[in-house]
């Protein structure tokens, strides 16, 4: 679920209302929106309404359903497609572009760039209507999403029936083969391996997320499991180039999964240290295939390409570093 985090800034002195005082940030959303879709607001850490008065140095957190709003406009935003039928379209997502409209991200995503691509007609050819009935309360086609930094193939549905379809291969995740690559800083201590664990919302940061051992009795309430598994394909020095399959599909749980294998993503900003060698790095996550079965009931293999800012940085690896390769576990 999108999330939203402010503090409330010490020379505040005006009593407003929750909802009035988030309307008024730059990054903030308007009160119609915060309306639709809301799951749960804290203030301090309780659960209040939108109608609680906000003070000097109060905290507020607000998740909210992947809704998006009934104004959304298409926008003409060029598309990486590699694959497109009657039913979905399957996009090679960029490094930088939002899944779907959220909180200081209302436009210039998939979602605004999909309606133009459709002709805004993608969510139900054979319903009639406004755009405005269209879109309320709906995520266009959106099934799946990656994080605004990953890169790689993304699959939309363009009618009811598909998207209730790919719905229900997601939600079945052994009916959906979803496979990554990252590179890394640090070596794993094993060639391939299986991480099983929650996460859980990090206490000291909400926007952060951590993994925690799943017979913790300290998050025995809390947290979802995740699952993932690796492999390291070669390493370069320090850094290593790993894949990653997921069997859940947690919020950052690569990310957060390979922060608890000690090996975090070169260029995450939420998860790893900032790299000496690579200091600008962007994130070095990439979703590079998915299998998945369509609504006509064929099994296809979607493949992005490797995106040329891990080909600058493998370059580079290679001229410093021999290649090795982890032995294989006995």
């Given at each position: ?20 005082y988030i309307a008024s940030l730059p990054n903030g959303m308007n009160r119609s929106k915060l309306k639709s879709g809301v799951h749960e607001i804290l203030l ?287």
């Open positions: 679920m999108p999330f939203f985090s402010a503090k409330v800034p010490t020379s505040y002195t005006q009593n407003e209302r929750l909802d009035t301090n850490g309780k659960k209040v309404k939108l109608s609680a008065k906000v003070k000097a140095n109060d905290q507020i957190d607000i998740q909210w359903e992947d809704n998006i709003p009934e104004d959304i406009e298409p926008q003409n935003i060029p598309l990486d497609i590699l694959y497109e039928d009657q039913n979905v379209c399957v996009i090679n997502k960029a490094q930088g572009m939002v899944t779907h409209p959220a909180c200081g991200n209302w436009d210039h995503t998939l979602v605004n760039a999909l309606l133009f691509h459709w002709n805004m007609n993608a969510i139900n050819a054979q319903k009639t209507g406004s755009m405005a009935n269209i879109l309320q309360s709906r995520r266009p086609g959106i099934v799946h999403r990656l994080d605004k930094d990953t890169s790689g193939v993304i699959i939309t549905a363009k009618n009811r029936d598909a998207e209730e379809w790919l719905q229900s291969q997601f939600q079945s995740h052994r009916r959906v083969k979803k496979e990554y690559i990252a590179i890394c800083i640090g070596r794993p201590q094993h060639q391939h391996g299986i991480i099983k664990t929650k996460i859980i919302r990090d206490p000291k940061n909400r926007k952060r997320f951590r993994a925690v051992e799943l017979d913790d009795p300290t998050y025995s309430d809390q947290g979802k499991y995740a699952e993932s598994s690796y492999r390291c394909i070669s390493c370069y020095g320090e850094y290593s180039l790993i894949k990653i399959r997921i069997a859940t599909g947690r919020t950052h749980q690569i990310r957060v999964h390979m922060k608890y294998l000690n090996c975090p993503i070169l260029g995450d900003s939420v998860y790893a240290p900032k790299d000496r060698k690579f200091p600008s790095a962007s994130l070095m996550l990439h979703a590079r295939r998915l299998r998945i079965t369509l609504p006509d009931n064929t099994r296809k293999t979607f493949t992005a390409p490797t995106p040329q800012r891990f080909k600058e940085i493998q370059h580079i690896l290679k001229k410093e570093y021999k290649k090795t390769i982890l032995p294989i576990d006995r």
